[in-house]
């Protein structure tokens, strides 16, 4: 089944406490992105990554990092959590263009207290 | 730049009766349009979309226009069930090489 993963789906940490949300599509897609949900706000983006070893800033990057090793993962890093990064976080993949129809992942509520 | 504005919710109908959201867009050329849905506790997923002019995009009883004359897409319904609550987001293929997403609308359907 073509999907998107992520890993975890629930996560509530402290300030400070490095952590990566993992993200895997199986679609041999091109294109990877991150978003956050915030109410309110709607979807921002965060980093994306038009291929391996290809990744940039979206709209809202600072305090998260991303690496694209490999065509199929694409995780996020919080190298300092803090409170004002609790979010509902997206991955998401599309075939060649972030411009085209992106498949999203299942989400990642992440608390940071 | 590219932006997407639709309609604020939450939009609050009794089941059958028919549904608009309105959604309009600013964008440089012809960009794809897109309305996404998201059920409650689940990540976004297409529900239609359109690729050019005057094309309609339909699914589950979904419906959207391409109006390049009105920078419009629509989306409509005849009859909305209680399994279509849910956040509508409306977004377009930006000049960027990424989605640009409206803030999302919250239908609620009663029985």
């Known amino acids: 089944e073509a999907q998107v993963t992520q890993n975890p789906r629930y996560l509530i940490t402290v300030t400070g406490k490095k952590l990566t949300v993992t993200c895997s599509q199986n679609m041999n897609h091109e294109y990877m992105s991150w978003y956050r949900q915030d109410p309110g706000l709607g979807l921002r983006q965060i980093y994306y990554?038009?291929?391996?070893?290809?990744?940039d800033k979206g709209d809202v990057p600072e305090g998260y990092k991303v690496s694209r090793k490999e065509k199929r993962n694409f995780p996020l890093i919080l190298e300092s959590p803090s409170p004002n990064q609790t979010s509902l976080y997206f991955c998401?993949?599309?075939?060649?263009?972030?411009?085209?129809?992106?498949?999203f992942g299942p989400g990642t509520r992440l608390t940071v207290t | 730049g590219d932006s997407v504005t639709q309609m604020e919710g939450p939009v609050t109908l009794s089941e059958e009766a028919f549904l608009t959201i309105n959604c309009t867009y600013t964008a440089t050329g012809y960009p794809s349009l897109f309305w996404y849905v998201q059920y409650p506790g689940e990540g976004l997923q297409l529900l239609l979309k359109a690729t050019k002019a005057d094309d309609k995009g339909s699914n589950k009883g979904f419906e959207a226009t391409y109006r390049k004359e009105t920078t419009s897409f629509h989306l409509e319904k005849g009859s909305v069930q209680v399994s279509d609550s849910a956040v509508y987001f409306c977004a377009l293929g930006g000049s960027q090489g990424n989605l640009i997403f409206g803030k999302g609308t919250k239908l609620s359907v009663k029985p």
């Open positions: 990554s038009m291929n391996v070893e290809v990744t």
């Open positions: 998401a993949s599309a075939s060649r263009s972030g411009s085209d129809e992106q498949y």
